[in-house]
């Protein structure tokens, strides 16, 4: 039979059997300890420097945020990459873990291979083991709150073990009870984006606070009023800058300046009729995302109308959400306009910037958390923390079902997979304990990160999972074993679950490989 690569062009290229895997676990596994030191409570950041945008940096040590700005052209890489991406956007949370975890399972499939190992051995070892793990995290997990108070605290410690490997993880008591008191307002609602997150330079992160309101990062126009109350909010995305001659792709020739004056003249009127049309519909706040020239803008002054130009789309997306407004273009029907309400709508000062904030909106359990910083740097940072914090909130409120944290719950599911071991006949075996290893692996990393003796600290908590103690994990700050339902290290099972499943998925797919092609690049024709 041929070989295909002797039919392809010179530009194609085919890796295959031990070379395309080699190529494959050395990709996984590079991108994993590319980031396995920002695992764990004391974890270190990265700087990321821009190519495209110079002078542009960012300081984190966010999985995703991390691995979202590298270009790989290893196509094992790129699959660790897109799987941190889905746990950020479904968990929040867990990015760097869900990699790690990946790469471990490389790292010890490498090895399997090389003793001659079938993959497909491997693959079904695996999914015995992460049966196995599931059902063991399953019934570790706790459900039950006897009260409210009950829930919050488990919330209170899900942010703070969530926060204690970010940038606020010094205040982290502070911010946990913003994020925590943030998520429990919105009632069970599963919309993040009625949390609003705004970063403002100056002062210190301890200066941070939640406000029981909606603010937007913009100012009324000029001389217009700066206090309405019972306000009726239209949001709007038209434009509003038709005051003067734009016929794009025409030409205009004309006698004479008057009949150049007689045209713009036209187009005030039109303008004007457009402003008649909005405030017919009973308006007196109009918020654009576009521009509002100063002709439009002095008829809404006169009318007493206060209108927000520019506001950006998120901004306005969230606003309709918010105050209950529907985002319109058109004017002609003023019945059909449904506009949102607001108690009061004011301008404040937050440190040195003028802001707008819409308090008692329709939708009551929307807030703002504000943002105090020494530097954008650390803004951006702390927003990406706390964002975090709230996903995880948020998933743990529509699923109350809590694990323990500080690698417990990695030990006991290496631990249940130890007991079936000895159950198992033949090379299966091997890549079933080889999970084992990878989870007590990721344990062994955050151990490291806090500069201690991993191999010392997972065989003692190993040792103590056996003895029956299954509420042990990684004391961090006195770099011994301790109890974390006594710390309150807790964390949301669905994200340990998705850790889990998304990773040992992952991995099998990645070890199935056995050719990697590269196309030849489409050409024109012609």
């Known amino acids: 039979?041929?070989?295909?690569?002797?039919?392809?062009?010179?530009?194609?290229?085919?890796?295959?059997?031990?070379?395309?895997?080699?190529?494959?676990f050395v990709g996984a596994i590079a991108i994993a300890d590319l980031v396995k030191t920002t695992l764990g409570p004391k974890g270190m950041d990265k700087i990321l420097q821009s190519?495209?945008?110079?002078?542009?940096?960012e300081i984190t040590n966010d999985g995703a945020t991390i691995l979202k700005s590298l270009h790989v052209s290893n196509a094992a890489a790129k699959v660790l990459i897109d799987m941190s991406k889905v746990q950020d956007d479904e968990c929040g949370d867990g990015t760097t873990s869900v990699v790690v975890l990946a790469g471990e399972l490389l790292r010890q499939a490498e090895t399997l291979v090389r003793e001659r190992v079938h993959p497909m051995t491997i693959v079904d070892g695996w999914r015995i083991a992460a049966d196995t793990a599931r059902k063991a995290l399953i019934a570790s997990a706790r459900s039950k709150h006897a009260t409210e108070q009950d829930l919050y605290n488990d919330l209170m410690r899900i942010a703070m073990t969530?926060?204690?490997?970010?940038?606020?993880?010094?205040?982290?008591?502070?911010?946990?009870?913003?994020?925590?008191?943030?998520v429990l307002r919105l009632k069970g609602k599963p919309d993040i984006n009625l949390i609003q997150v705004i970063k403002i330079e100056g002062g210190s992160l301890e200066k941070s606070y939640l406000d029981e309101g909606f603010l937007?990062?913009?100012?009324?126009?000029?001389?217009?009023?700066?206090?309405?109350?019972?306000?009726?909010?239209?949001?709007s995305n038209t434009a509003m800058d038709a005051d003067k001659i734009k016929i794009f792709g025409a030409r205009v020739k004309v006698e004479s300046m008057e009949k150049v004056a007689e045209i713009e003249e036209e187009e005030k009127l039109k303008m004007k009729r457009k402003v008649e049309k909005i405030k017919s519909s009973g308006c007196n706040v109009f918020v654009n995302r576009q521009l509002i020239y100063n002709y439009p803008e002095?008829?809404?002054?006169?009318?007493?109308?206060?209108a927000i130009e520019h506001a950006d789309f998120d901004g306005v997306e969230r606003l309709s959400a918010v105050t209950g407004a529907e985002l319109c273009s058109t004017f002609d029907s003023p019945d059909t306009i449904v506009l949102g309400t607001a108690e009061l709508v004011e301008e404040v000062m937050i440190g040195e910037e003028r802001l707008i904030r819409f308090s008692g909106v329709k939708a009551g359990e929307a807030c703002t958390i504000v943002l105090r910083g020494a530097s954008s740097h650390v803004l951006e940072e702390a927003e990406r923390s706390?964002?975090?914090?709230?996903?995880?909130?948020?998933?743990?409120?529509?699923?109350?079902?809590?694990?323990?944290?500080?690698?417990?719950?990695?030990?006991?599911?290496?631990?249940?997979?130890?007991?079936?071991?000895?159950?198992?006949?033949?090379?299966?075996?091997?890549?079933?304990q080889s999970f084992a290893v990878a989870l007590r692996a990721l344990v062994a990393a955050i151990a490291d990160n806090g500069g201690y003796d991993s191999t010392q600290l997972v065989t003692q908590l190993r040792a103590a999972h056996h003895a029956g103690n299954d509420r042990a994990g990684l004391d961090m700050i006195r770099g011994q074993v301790g109890d974390m339902e006594e710390?309150?290290?807790?964390?949301?099972?669905?994200?340990?679950?998705?850790?889990?499943?998304?990773?040992?998925?992952?991995?099998?797919?990645?070890?199935?490989?056995?050719?990697?092609?590269q196309s030849a690049p489409r050409r024109r024709e012609g």
């Open 487 to 517: 710390m309150g290290v807790l964390e949301s099972f669905k994200l340990k679950e998705h850790v889990l499943m998304a990773a040992a998925e992952a991995a099998e797919l990645i070890i199935r490989v056995d050719e990697i092609i």
């Open 386 to 432: 706390l964002h975090d914090a709230l996903a995880v909130l948020m998933t743990t409120v529509n699923e109350p079902k809590v694990t323990r944290g500080g690698g417990c719950a990695e030990m006991l599911m290496a631990k249940a997979i130890d007991d079936i071991v000895p159950t198992i006949e033949g090379k299966k075996s091997l890549a079933v």
């Open 298 to 306: 002095m008829l809404f002054a006169e009318a007493g109308v206060a």
């Open 51 to 57: 190519v495209s945008e110079k002078g542009k940096i």
């Open 216 to 235: 937007l990062q913009k100012k009324f126009g000029v001389g217009q009023p700066k206090r309405i109350e019972n306000a009726r909010i239209m949001v």
């Open 162 to 182: 969530t926060l204690s490997s970010k940038l606020l993880n010094k205040d982290k008591t502070r911010f946990a009870k913003l994020a925590v008191d943030a």
């Open 1 to 24: 039979m041929a070989d295909p690569a002797y039919v392809m062009t010179n530009e194609s290229h085919v890796d295959k059997g031990e070379q395309a895997r080699m190529s494959a």
